[in-house]
């Protein structure tokens, strides 16, 4: 006689090849997702390296002796919207000519800055939001004096004359191709601080892990984007981002980002960072301007 199987048991059983098949399933989905994933992010790093391959072979000119990049200017501030096209523009043409300016070692570019209403930071904040006195060791070579904020401007010259003796530091051309030539614009409001940190230039870099240098001025602007927006208003800002070729030849992606002062609707320039094209190059790393 063959033993009786109590219908718990077979419950059991079936149960146990229940389960054995769900799991089956999860592993089939489980490695179905990740082959999914994997090609995912290779389709994504052969669109990363074709953009990054399109911008280092953008077409450079030298910013002292040829302004064919106006073209690029132009055509990348028409590319915003119909009401943007004017604030894309100005702040695009304030945007290069302050790396011009910057990068030209016969220009006394910190009276510029001031004479369009820049004013210098004080000591203690040259020290605590620039980092002054560490850039000046780095690059001049010696400590600051002791005396040295009754005549901090005269350091601060000195040590933009020091940065610019690096040929690694010193903008000579940016692409004069549309393509290499990027400006973004946004209204940043208290619930949308960041709202530029999208699109162009700054896609192009993130994915592959490329580090990136964002530097305050040693010189202020009279109106910024912290102030207002504490103030629970909202600021009008742009991004200008260039393909640069520095004086060594490196080519690295650079972008200004700039605040507009509404009473007298002038650009200022707020911070500038300098990045790279590939993960864990640190030749992007800047002191201030």
């Known amino acids: 006689m063959k033993p009786r199987r109590s219908k718990w048991a077979v419950f059991a059983v079936g149960a146990v090849l229940c389960g054995i098949a769900a799991y089956a399933s999860t592993k089939v989905v489980s490695c179905t997702r990740k082959a999914r994933e994997q090609n995912a992010e290779l389709s994504r790093q052969q669109v ?4 990054v391959d399109a911008l280092l072979g953008v077409k450079r000119v030298k910013i002292a002796d040829d302004d064919s990049w106006k073209t690029a200017m132009l055509a990348s501030a028409t590319s915003v919207s119909a009401d943007d096209q004017e604030d894309a523009f100005d702040a695009s043409t304030h945007a290069i000519e302050f790396l011009i300016r910057l990068n030209d070692p016969s220009s006394d570019f910190h009276s510029w800055l001031v004479g369009l209403g820049y004013r210098y ?6 020290v605590n939001s620039c980092g002054i006195n ?3 060791e780095y690059f001049v070579g010696k400590k600051l004096p002791d005396d040295w904020a009754s005549t901090r401007e005269s350091f601060v010259h000195e040590l933009r004359e020091a940065i610019l003796q690096r040929s690694d530091s010193r903008i000579v051309a940016i692409g004069s191709d549309p393509i290499g030539f990027d400006v973004k614009m946004a209204v940043r409001r208290p619930e949308n601080p960041t709202a530029l940190r999208t699109g162009g230039l700054f ?27 504490s103030k629970g208003l909202s600021a009008r800002c742009a991004v ?27 650009w200022f320039v707020e911070s500038v960072t300098h990045s790279t094209f590939y993960s864990g190059d640190s030749s992007a790393i800047r002191f201030p301007w």
């Open 240 to 266: 200008v981002g260039v393909v640069a070729e520095f004086d060594d030849g490196t080519v690295r992606p650079v972008w200004v980002e700039l605040v507009k002062d509404q009473p007298s609707r002038k």
């Open 203 to 229: 896609e192009t870099c993130r994915p592959v892990g490329a580090p990136a240098s964002t530097t305050p001025g040693c010189v202020v602007a009279p109106v910024n984007t912290a102030t207002l927006l």
């Open 134 to 136: 560490i850039g000046y």
């Open 121 to 126: 930071r004080s000591a203690d904040d040259l």
């Open 48 to 51: 990363v390296k074709k953009s």
